[in-house]
């Protein structure tokens, strides 16, 4: 096991390697453009899969995809002849390359969506994927069994993307911004997935490998418990990515089989495992390391808390609400958004759990959303200290997790980050209010679109929840998908940028008119 | 003459006959003055008449005089020592204000408003008054006695600008360590001192707050036709921000608009820190223009009214009804007054959620109102900009400043503190509201009202209705958060810690007397 791991990890390096080289080609040194050009040629090569499908079962959109691939490609290749990454990369650029792969991402999603004709507005297909890129659960498409493969295989492909795209953002930007991961040390380290190794190459390999090899796992799994073998996969990506996107209207629960939803259980807990944890974990082979982790130890715990109280609240005792509990409770606090049945069965307590868990999200550094169980530790340390500070007004205290202390400017990042993400919610609760849904649906909708789970509990389908939105609520959530896979910070940052840079050329501009000479 | 004696009972504290503990000391003084409020209340009700007349009377006059004995033995007993710690101020707070709250109780089950076997229903009413929150669990609110309701409406007005505040103002006892009681118990993350005696300074808020009393009392029987009972009764939930009425409709069974003007602009003037206010009738009035955070009040305040007016605009009601009741309704939400003229729970989503934002902010740090704060909001929106900028410079090193005053790193950290607890608090309120079978929106948003003092709520527990739709079990959830949102977080949490403390103490003392022995 561990061998083909390590092959994969060595694909994965060399295929970050082939982009490396790729984005040295041009001249003109453009970090945001460099990457649009990498992400829109990998989206063209990432169609070819989907037409060869298309092709070899015969449903018609090969050639769409194959003529929309070459596009793609092409305006890839282009940007890279042209430009080139600069060989040190500014906080800003950083930023700015980040955001701009992902919105590259959207569009090339979007084309893609309107050229096999799934959607027939641009701007529907934009907020579809952005459901995809953001690995958000929810969808214009009503059935998703009546797309070609090809387009279902995209579309999990596209969320499988978005998530591999939070790897990068697990290795390059969330050490920056305070919460890299947890290491494997029993404890909170904000620059963990910056340790695993020395380089950034390094590290994406050795993660990129967890992902993939996770992957797979659950495609196996999926088939040997009954599923077709092409649904395994499809579903199978959109598992390890907490995307949730099904082949079926229904979701997982189209299948009635309870082998599938207990594996599917079982492989969104491990989605919502830290991927930098899970691979000391796999490289040391310590067990024991995993009672040392003060975060995993709070995962269960909430994990198997939230699961009774479900049961308790609403189930009725039978295997089956047992089964439905443990699976709506592990796929909203991984934010995959999978549903085994509609979400209306729990009453209004179970509802507001689901919620809660969902902006709760799983461990640090995983492939969830949410606010993520290591900052909500560190949100209860800053509250005990703030506590205590009452009574001994001078006392110096550090915030610790574990056995890992953290300093103060990365506490004061990540509860920046927290705050923001809650000015976001509440601007996003107004915008969906006046969108046509209920306050209730309303505050569950941008609570869930934020963490990027998808559903809004106590809807009844993955649909639902967008359809019943007009334009203006679905570009809102949209908005709050993005924000909330990218982050908060880096967004708001590069909007920041780019206002002074507009500022400035106003400014420059005017002094222009005033002053058209030049002289001083 | 009351006063001589007083001040000489409290100038005798030292006396060694007496054992030295802040917090049953402050019971007794907080008892004792409620109890006071109790003989008022009394001759009101003996005055105003009515069927009930002596019974009315009765109960007050004997639950005033179980406050006096029982807070006259506790004040009589004990002694405030020369040095406290903080702990103890937050504790003396907290127990006093939930000793005068079962105190108050008393008057709505020796007049049977409310039956004994729902004597936690008394409570709830009693800590909804003091809290200044305007929660009721009234079916019939015109049934109640009037002296009780008069009571009731008092029991707000002790509340909006406390009664430490007002002890520490007519107690010299009090005047050491004063200034961390009154901080205990003060609105806001910083204690805005009027004066560099704290006596003076809690002298002066209470009669910036009488006078704001009088003032609304006065312009209610002059422009609005009330009566004088009506009018001090409307003018003590007004100063209070606590929003009881003596009607069921609250202000809406007048159906006056001079009557909602002037409970508005109080509301809003109430609402607003009373400390500028101050600085205002000194003659410095550019100071309401100078702070950012009144700037911000008023600001909300207009787009708080365009806004909903606009969302409003496809509700079966004109332009002019439009503006009355959504200005009048913002105005009570922002200053968390409660009172109600307009049932907005049955307004459209965005208009309910616009609201349900408010329910959180309230009005200004330093004012009767409760919630969050406007300060602490803008403290927490000027962090989160910070912190937008340190992503993209990560050494820079960037002051929090509001208007050209730089926050110090204490005060933000302890408002972050208060925000973070305060919604998580409220939160699980809400959710274990929820799980004993409230729907999700009036679960959360009673939650939310309860910890911000609002009063209604949205769903079920709108204005028109009450909080008997909260299941039993789940009002001393909300009388709890209530308690936790008036006294500012950090009271109700730390109130057992100076009991753990003292135990300990004894115990470890306990412990070094049988070591010696030996």
């Not at chain 1, 969108?435 to 309303?442: C, K, L, P, Y």
């Not at chain 2, 001192?193 to 808020?205: H, K, P």
């Not at chain 2, 409307?234 to 909602?260: N, Q």
């Not at chain 2, 500028?276 to 009035?285: E, F, T, Y």
């Amino acid at each position: 096991m561990r061998e083909v791991s390590r092959r994969i990890g060595d694909l994965v390096l060399i295929v970050y390697r082939l982009g490396v080289r790729l984005t040295r080609m041009g001249s003109r040194s453009s970090a945001p453009l460099t990457t649009i050009g990498v992400v829109l040629g990998a989206g063209g090569l990432s169609l070819i899969p989907s037409a060869a499908l298309d092709m070899v079962i015969g449903e018609g959109h090969e050639v769409a995809l194959v003529l929309v691939a070459l596009m793609l490609m092409t305006a890839g290749l282009a940007l890279l002849m042209v430009f080139r990454m600069p060989k040190r990369l500014s906080t800003d650029e950083l930023y700015k390359a980040l955001v701009s792969a992902a919105a590259a991402m959207v569009v090339a999603g979007a084309i893609v969506h309107i050229a096999t004709g799934a959607i027939d507005r641009i701007d529907r297909a934009l907020v579809e994927a952005t459901a995809g890129v953001t690995t958000t659960a929810v969808s214009l498409i009503e059935r998703p069994e009546d797309l070609s493969r090809g387009e279902q295989l995209f579309r999990s492909l596209m969320q499988w993307g978005g998530g591999g795209g939070a790897i990068v953002a697990i290795v390059r930007i969330f050490p920056r911004l305070g919460h890299g991961g947890l290491d494997a040390e029993g404890g909170v380290a904000t620059r963990a997935a910056s340790r695993l190794s020395p380089t950034v190459g390094g590290n994406l390999r050795r993660l990129g490998a967890v992902y993939f090899t996770f992957t797979m796992i659950v495609a196996a799994a999926f088939a040997l418990a009954g599923m077709p073998a092409i649904d395994a996969c499809l579903h199978a990506l959109t598992t390890a990515s907490t995307g949730g996107w099904s082949t079926r209207s229904g979701s997982l629960g189209a299948f009635d089989s309870a082998a599938i939803e207990w594996l599917a259980t079982g492989a969104m807990f491990g989605a919502g495992l830290s991927l930098p944890f899970v691979f000391q974990i796999l490289r040391t082979s310590r067990i024991g390391l995993l009672s040392k982790s003060v975060e995993l130890k709070v995962y269960v715990s909430m994990t198997i808390a939230a699961w009774v109280l479900l049961i308790l609240w609403s189930g009725d005792g039978s295997t089956e609400s047992v089964r439905r509990s443990a699976f709506a409770v592990t796929s909203a606090m991984s934010t995959t958004g999978f549903l085994a049945g509609p979400t209306t069965i729990f009453d209004e307590a179970g509802t507001a759990l689901l919620v809660i868990l969902v902006v709760t999200g799983g461990m640090a550094a995983s492939m969830t959303g949410g606010i993520r169980i290591a900052r909500v530790l560190v949100l209860l340390a800053v509250m005990r200290r703030e506590l205590v500070r009452q009574v001994h007004a001078a006392s110096v205290r550090s915030i610790h997790i574990g056995a890992s202390s953290i300093g103060d400017a990365a506490v004061g990042r990540l509860v920046g980050e927290v705050l923001l993400n809650l000015l976001v919610v509440g601007a996003g609760l107004g915008a969906l209010a006046t969108s046509g849904i209920d306050v209730r649906a309303a505050v569950a909708t941008a609570a869930s679109m934020l963490a990027t789970a998808g559903p809004a509990y106590g809807s009844s389908s993955q649909s639902s929840a967008l359809l019943a939105l007009d334009d203006f609520g679905r570009a809102s959530a949209a908005a709050l998908m993005f924000l909330g896979h990218i982050s908060v910070l880096p967004v708001l940052a590069v909007a920041a940028a780019g206002t002074k840079t507009i500022r400035r050329t106003y400014h420059l501009a005017s002094r222009r008119i005033i002053n058209p000479a030049g002289r001083r | 003459m009351t006063l001589a004696l007083v001040k000489e009972r409290s100038n005798s504290r030292f006396r060694a006959d007496r054992f030295e503990n802040t917090v049953v000391h402050v019971i007794g003084i907080a008892l004792v003055i409620v109890a006071i409020g109790m003989f008022l209340s009394a001759m009101v009700g003996w005055i105003d008449g009515g069927p009930d007349r002596s019974s009315d009377t009765g109960s007050l006059v004997a639950s005033g005089a179980i406050g006096v004995v029982a807070g006259g033995l506790l004040w009589w007993l004990s002694a405030v020592p020369v040095r406290q710690s903080p702990v103890v101020a937050f504790a003396s707070v907290a127990w006093s204000w939930l000793a005068v709250s079962i105190l108050g109780a008393l008057p709505f089950l020796f007049s049977g408003a409310i039956e004994w076997a729902h004597a936690d229903n008394a409570i709830f009413e009693s800590i909804s008054g003091f809290t200044c929150t305007g929660s009721t669990i009234l079916a019939d609110i015109e049934a109640v006695p009037r002296g009780v309701l008069f009571f009731r409406s008092m029991t707000q007005w002790f509340g909006g600008m406390g009664l430490i505040v007002l002890a520490v103002a007519i107690l010299p006892a009090l005047k050491v360590g004063g200034l961390e009681l009154i901080a205990a118990e003060a609105p806001g993350p910083t204690t805005d001192r009027l004066d560099s005696n704290v006596t003076e300074t809690a002298r002066r808020l209470w009669i910036l707050y009488g006078s704001v009393t009088v003032v609304v009392t006065v312009l209610l029987m002059l422009f609005a036709g009330a009566s004088l009972y009506d009018g001090v009764a409307h003018a003590f939930a007004t100063a209070s921000t606590g929003g009881f009425s003596p009607y069921g409709a609250s202000v809406g069974h007048f159906d006056s608009v001079a009557f909602e003007v002037i409970i508005s602009l109080g509301m809003l003037y109430c609402g607003a820190s009373f400390a500028l206010h101050w600085r205002a009738v000194q003659g410095d009035w550019g100071i309401y223009g100078r702070v950012s955070e009144f700037r911000l009040y008023v600001a909300m305040f207009f787009v708080l009214v365009g806004l909903i007016m606009w969302v409003n605009v496809s509700e079966p009601f004109g332009l002019a009804t439009n503006l009355r009741h959504t200005s009048f309704s913002v105005a009570a939400i922002l200053s968390s007054t409660g009172f109600g003229t307009a049932d907005f729970a049955l307004w459209g989503p965005a208009a309910q959620a616009a609201l349900l934002l408010v329910f959180m902010s309230a009005g200004m740090s330093g004012s009767t109102s409760g919630g969050m704060k406007v300060l602490r909001l803008q403290i927490i929106a000027k962090y989160a900009a910070r912190e937008v900028v340190r992503a993209r410079h990560p050494r820079a090193i960037v002051p929090l400043r509001l208007g050209s005053t730089v926050v110090p790193d204490v005060v933000v950290s302890r408002v972050i503190g208060f925000v973070l607890l305060y919604v998580t608090f409220s939160v699980v309120g809400g959710l274990l509201l929820a799980a004993l079978g409230t729907d999700g929106v009036t679960a959360f948003s009673a939650a939310f009202s309860a910890t911000g003092n609002i009063g209604p709520a949205l769903g079920e527990a709108g204005p028109a209705s009450n909080f008997l739709v909260i299941p039993r079990a789940g009002r001393p959830i909300l009388m709890w958060l209530m308690l936790f949102g008036r006294l500012e977080v950090f009271p109700t949490l730390l109130m057992f810690a100076a009991a753990a403390r003292h135990i300990s103490k004894r115990r470890v003392a306990g412990y070094a007397s049988v070591t010696d022995r030996r």
